[in-house]
């Protein structure tokens, strides 16, 4: 079969080729995070003007944005946004972009979380401190200026994991209710046997080889892939969660997984918004000046989650 690619994401991919960059799986952990910091130059837009940034000092680094044109005095709805990057690499300045679109678009507060990155941490460190900001987030609502009755969580990537671990916990009482959860790309089983994984095994940033070099970092014991926390597929039961936006590329090993994600929140009755980008590949959202679906999936996340907030979702 032939898969459609979008101009944009060739464009991005010919430009990789010409820098001659190494594939993230030759690299040590600290290498490739500078390369993906560096890469925000070339991949990523002008940050766009929001209300407010404030960098906050919670049980893990945070930085709280809230949307251009918001009321100051408005509790706002609340994102608490987890970065994507394989639990590797990527930060708060990797997203900043990401989260300053988000608030715009949703016209609502976004709280990026700083969790902490294997291999230095190793599985369940990232759980546990994305667990704590939201703790942190609610208890603190009303100095950070939002609604905690109006509170979602989202991610992208590894980010979309942890989101999705999030809304069961939240279910199950561990952390404070959530009332929507986006799943960008998400990784929902790490270990890795779905179809898409024998698709997308070359050309790409990420490839079969460089998941594997991800959970290998992340997880202390591969055992630990059969853990729900680190793949929420894997739950035994995912009924009465919050209702989700899951997006998936066909160009992307991660792909299979969070289709069968958003199948299983469907099958056990779980209301699903979903998009499916079959000309995109996985983690076109940070390369907004190359790739213009970037920009068009912010936009519909914003007005997804304004939708929801102003049904009381």
Known sequence: MTWTLHPDVQGVLDLIRASGLPPVETLAATDARALYRNGRAVLQPDPPEVALVRDLAGPVPLRLYRGA??????????LVYLHGGGWVIGDIDTHDVVCRGLANAARAA???????LAPEHKFPAAVEDCAAALRFVVAEAEDL???????????????????AVMAIM??????????Y??????????????PSYSRVTDGFPLVTRSVHWF???????????????ASP?????????????????????????GLAYADRLEREGGQVTRVHLSDQM??????????????MTIAIIGATLRAAWNHGG
């Open 69 to 78: 044109g918001t009321d100051p005095a408005a509790a706002l709805p609340a």
């Open 110 to 116: 976004v709280i990026s979380v700083d969790y902490r």
């Open 145 to 163: 200026g939002i609604d905690p009755a109006r509170l979602a969580v989202g991610g992208d990537s590894a980010g979309g994991n942890l989101a």
């Open 170 to 179: 939240a279910r199950d009482g561990a952390v404070p209710p959530i009332g």
């Open 181 to 194: 959860q986006v799943l960008i790309y998400p990784a929902t089983d790490l270990t890795a046997r779905h």
């Open 215 to 229: 959970v290998a970092h992340y997880l202390a014991n591969p055992a630990d892939a059969i853990d729900w926390r």
């Open 233 to 257: 597929l894997r739950a035994p039961d995912l009924s009465d969660l919050p209702p989700a936006f899951v997006l998936t590329c066909t160009h992307d090993p991660l792909c299979d997984e």
């Open 282 to 295: 996985h983690g076109f959202l940070t390369m907004g000046r190359m790739i213009r679906a970037s920009d």
